[in-house]
């Protein structure tokens, strides 16, 4: 269960986080603020694929944000902490640009990175009844 909530999470993490990396390194923007955007978008990326799911199961907008909110805040948090992490340092990364295989290379393996690390986070607040497990009940 913990590996297909943090796969979930990474699917829309990654979703926000490719765009906003693209925009952000398109229009030339500041690391910080392709940063800022990346994380916003994955947020958004990941809260909106959560609420899909639990809006099927018949629970309101409010409700399913709501749910959303409780299941994915921390692993989002935790796996944008980490992939972004994995950016900065990557020498060179951040600033690559779109066509250069660094910046794409330093993309995956930070995604790769930010299973790995949220994985067991996932696993724990599973094993409390937290995060995933407050969406499980409106999964069919």
């Known amino acids: 269960m913990a590996a297909s909530a943090t796969l979930h999470c990474l699917t829309g993490c990654a979703i926000g986080e490719i765009l906003g990396m693209v925009i952000g390194t398109?229009?030339?923007?500041?690391?910080?603020?392709?940063?800022?955007?990346?994380?916003?978008?994955?947020?958004?990326?990941?809260?909106a694929l959560s609420m899909r799911g639990v809006l099927r199961a018949g629970v309101g907008m409010k409700q399913a944000f709501k749910v959303a909110l409780a299941a994915d805040t921390v692993s989002i948090a935790v796996m944008e902490i980490v992939d972004n992490g994995v950016m900065v340092i990557v020498p060179g990364a951040m600033d690559a640009g779109l066509g250069n295989l660094l910046f794409w290379g330093a993309l995956a393996l930070s995604f790769l990175v930010a299973f790995a690390v949220t994985m067991p986070v996932n696993k724990l607040m599973i094993g409390r009844g937290l995060g995933h497990a407050k969406a499980h009940a409106y999964h069919h």
Do not use: D, M, P
């Open 26 to 47: 398109a229009l030339g923007l500041h690391n910080v603020a392709t940063i800022v955007l990346a994380v916003a978008l994955a947020f958004v990326f990941g809260y």
